[in-house]
């Protein structure tokens, strides 16, 4: 009884939703998780939403924890957007936004209460300021007061938001060591230091902003390798074993981050840089096996990757070998070419084997077993029909050979009377039967 009351507790805090949730539920925020019931990825998530919804709760949030099965009511997923499963989504009045980070408690709360706040929050003070600086590895902040610029600033903030936190402030708000050409102006505030939008150097505030929404060196994997892929940048990994604490692991690690930071000016509009625990990851994008500890560059638009041609020794070494890219003398490999895309086919056949039998030999010797069998049957039948058919064939040739040597040549009988010269006398009758025969004979 226990149990099931506590059970029942926590599943209040996230509501059932059905096709009524259509109508109602423009007057609230609502977070909700679309799934299918047989779907493994949304049983794994069920206990972590029980736990946003008991958090979220707890913390007094105006945002409504929900779920829906998206088989059930399709036709108001399929309004939403809902293409796989599980989807999670902020719905806020008429906008929907998508959630597209790691499927943990913490991630999920902080994304729903970037999104359901304040598209520009204010920073009133200094001390706020600071305490937001704190709080929040990367912030991008409008300085200034009406303008064109603001304007494209609100409008990126309402796309982006679902990535990072937009804020504005007055000059006088400002650390002390922050000066501004000119104003208004849009900052980013990141790595200890800050960087100022440049439409002339940095183009469009939207890409710009998508750029600069990431620290310069990140400890990468793989839903942050996905969003990487949005803008635009190669990303440059040391693909280490972190419970590796050898000498080259930490090295190769050490050179990327003064890399990334010393390096900045020269690499931080083409390049992104971190590292990477673990090789499966990489083995599976690349189809290969790359044995760590080792260095990486992938550009994640069009699936290539580069490899250096010969060992990282040093910063100087990386820094070589990253111009080689840029100038194009470094090799490419990879890509995402018509070669290439029926290698990744046949890659992903020969995992999703490989898988099936590790995990349950049985049910891939079933799974695969059964059609080999039944198509090993087909093919034994369709040869040994034939080669029946070959010796009936073989058969009817040889009787019909034997037919016409007769016809020829008459029975043995007859050639001995011809030979002989003897002849029984025969009826009119038997005659002309006999003309009848010798004429079609002839």
Known sequence: AVVAHVVASVAGFVEDLDESFKENRKDDIWLVDFYAPWCGHCKKLEPVWNEVGIEMRNMGSPVKVGKMDATSFSSIASEFGVRGY??????????????????????????????????????PSQHMFEHVQKRHRVLFVYVGGESPLKEKYIEVASELIVYTYFFSASEDV?????????LPAVMVFKDGTYFVYDEYEDGDLSSWINRERFQGYLHVDGFTLYELGDTGKLVAIAVIDDKNSSVEHTRLKSIIQEVARDYRDHFHRDFQFGHMDGNDY?????????TIPTIVVLNTSNQ???LPDRHIESTEDMVQFINNILDG???????????????RIIYDAKSTIVSVFKSSPLLGCFLFGLPLGVISIMCYGICTADTEGEVFEHEGAKKESGDRELTDEGS?????????????????????????????KD
Do not use: C, H, W
């Open 282 to 290: 990489i083995n599976s994008l690349l189809m290969d096996d790359l």
């Open 86 to 123: 599980p989807t999670i989504k902020l719905l806020k009045g008429d906008l929907a936004y998508n959630y597209r980070g790691p499927r943990t408690k913490d991630d999920i709360i902080e994304f729903a209460n970037r999104v359901a706040g304040p598209l520009i929050r204010p920073l």
């Open 304 to 306: 290539q990757y580069f």
């Open 174 to 182: 400002l650390p002390e060591y922050v000066t501004l050409p000119e």
């Open 329 to 343: 003398t470094a090799e490419a490999q990879g890509g995402d070419g018509l070669l290439q895309r029926i290698k």
């Open 412 to 440: 043995e009988e007859e050639q001995e009377e011809e030979k002989n010269g003897k002849y029984t006398e025969l009826t009119d009758g038997e005659l002309k039967q006999k003309d009848i025969m010798e004429k079609k």
